[in-house]
């Protein structure tokens, strides 16, 4: 795996956990819970979404000499 790759999944998970940590402060506050399954299943299309970007965007970032 190229470190281009592994770089946008990690970001993936990063934007997991960062959803799932703020739908669990939103449930703490005493907002309604939608269970697990709906909250995990947006979890990961954030994940995947955050991914894609990251992957796009270190390719422009790069090619801008930043």
Request: charged share 15%; proline share 2%; hydrophobic share 60%.
């Amino acid at each position: 795996m190229d470190e281009r790759t592994k770089s946008a999944l990690l970001w993936g998970a990063v934007g997991v956990f960062a959803f799932l940590v703020l739908y669990q402060g939103y449930v703490l506050f005493g907002n309604d819970s939608v269970g697990f399954l709906p909250a995990f299943g947006v979890a990961l299309v954030v994940g995947a979404g955050v991914a894609a970007a990251a992957y796009v965007a270190e390719i422009r970032l790069l090619g801008r000499g930043r």
